[in-house]
C-alpha cells in the first residue's frame, strides 16, 4: 500500500507549511490535488491519514481531492488530448515525441484551518 508514504509526505508538508505563529492551530480541511495516474486509491490515502494525523494538528481533518485529468500534448502536431491511461503515441499523427501534462500529481492545494 504506497498510499502510507504519500500520506506521510503529505502530513509533513501541512505541518510545515502552518505558520508558527498560530497557537494550538487545528486543520479543518485538505485540499488535495491528484492526478488520475497517481494511482492514489481514496479511502487507503483516508485511512493512512487518519493514523497518521493523531495527536497533530491535522487530526480529524477532511481531505477533499480533485483528482486531475491526464493531459498529453505531442511535440510534433502540438495536439493536447484527454486520456483514460498511459500514451506512447500520438493519434493525430502517430508520432511517438508525446509528453504528459498532467496526471500524475500528487500536491496540497491548500489548508483550511478552524477558528
Ligand atoms: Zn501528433
Known sequence: MHEMGIAQQLVQIALDSIPKEIENPKVEKV???IGR??????HSLAFCFEIITKDTPLE?????????AVMVHCRSCDH?????????KCQFCEDGDVEMLT?????????????
Open 37 to 42: 495516474l497517481a494511482s492514489v486509491v481514496e
Open 31 to 33: 485540499n488535495l490535488k
Open 80 to 88: 493536447k488530448w484527454e486520456v483514460t491511461g498511459p500514451v506512447f
Open 60 to 68: 480529524k481533518a477532511r481531505l477533499n481531492i480533485d483528482f486531475i
Open 103 to 115: 496526471g500524475r500529481e500528487i500536491e496540497i492545494t491548500s489548508l483550511e484551518l478552524a477558528d
